[in-house]
């Protein structure tokens, strides 16, 4: 049995999938507001409850071979730090226990690339770099660290355990809306009138489940892995979804020290509106960091082979319109 936390999200529900295929035995942590959408036709048991709740954690774990955590808390707003640590700090701190109490084989933690210290440019992200316990990026990515580190040293209390940490995930099978699906959705329906400079690394969200599942199989103990793709410039990327979807890429480019200033202002703005963000100080200071990043351990240790971006791009765009999101 191989059960999964967090399996409503987008890579939660790829992973569910992909497993499933494979023909293992699958169950779901779900909470009882949860949208099953994407778990919609597989055949996964399904059981009530959140990180919070240690009871549940140990119901849902009960016999579990290995337990991928995937379940937590993503932000780009400032504020909230309160429920971001409970949620990715004390629900992870809750899945070890429930862990260990239930005997599990192994745990396969999922954290983000933003958990890892930043180097200066033309320094290559790897595994060598420390989880950032300090960031000044904000409370996901310190809560994130600090889990991270915490899962990996369950290995001394005799959970065996890895974690996997990708970079910007995009891809197909996102009906929840991310900020990338987002992106695509507006710019295809003509709502993106200006881009910005930046790049980053991305990978498909099919290639980060296979990644997470190779590190359950071949991982060692208490060790971790990045799961990233490519990296790639914004207006490349946008140069590659107007040529796929035949809309015209914005005219205007504006600098990124403008849009750092705006984004200190907008999030009072997203709270007053209501509407969801796209530009904050966050995330343009995340397409202006050094993101080359290096997936060599994961793929000579563990056989990980994402696929190339732009394969994603077009998978996204096809996948949008398929479902009738755009």
């Not at 210290?117 to 600090?146: C, H, L, N, Q, W």
């Not at 599942?213 to 971790?224: D, M, N, T, V, Y």
């Amino acid at each position: 049995m191989e059960v999964i936390t967090g399996a409503t999200g987008c890579l939660g529900g790829v992973l569910a999938r992909q497993l499933i295929s494979k023909g293992k035995k699958v169950r779901v942590l779900i909470r009882s507001t949860s949208n099953l959408s994407l778990l919609d036709g597989l055949k996964a048991e399904k059981i009530k409850g959140n990180l919070l709740d240690k009871n549940s954690l140990v119901r849902a774990f009960k016999g579990a071979d290995i337990v991928y955590h995937l379940a937590g808390l993503i932000s780009i707003m400032p504020g909230d730090r309160k429920l971001i640590r409970r949620n990715n700090l004390d629900g992870t701190r809750n899945v070890i226990e429930a862990c260990i109490r239930c005997k599990v084989k192994r745990l396969v933690y999922t954290s983000t690339i933003s958990a890892i210290k930043v180097p200066p440019d033309g320094t290559v992200i790897d595994e060598s770099m420390p989880f950032d316990t300090d960031s000044r990026r904000g409370e996901y990515d310190r809560s994130k660290a600090i889990a991270s580190l915490e899962v990996i040293r369950a290995a001394s209390n005799g959970l065996d355990s890895v974690v996997v940490c990708p970079t910007g995930i995009m891809g197909p099978y996102d009906f929840r809306k991310s900020l990338m699906t987002r992106t695509f959705i507006d710019f295809v329906r003509g709502k993106m009138n200006i881009n910005v400079n930046g790049a980053y690394d991305f990978v498909d969200v099919r290639d980060v489940a296979e990644g997470i599942i190779l590190a359950a199989e071949k991982g060692r103990k208490s060790h971790f892995y990045i799961l990233s793709g490519e990296r790639i410039t914004m207006d490349e990327m946008i140069k590659e979804l107007a040529e796929v979807s035949g809309v015209n890429p914005p005219g205007y480019i504006l600098p990124a020290w403008l849009v750092k200033t705006a984004g200190l202002v907008t999030p009072l703005y997203y709270k007053i509106s209501g509407k969801t963000p796209r530009f904050t100080y966050y995330s343009i200071a995340t397409l202006q960091s050094n993101s080359h990043i290096s997936h060599k351990k994961a793929s000579s240790e563990l056989g990980y082979s994402p696929r190339p971006v732009r394969e994603s791009i077009r998978d996204t765009f096809f996948w949008l319109k398929e479902n009738n999101m755009l």
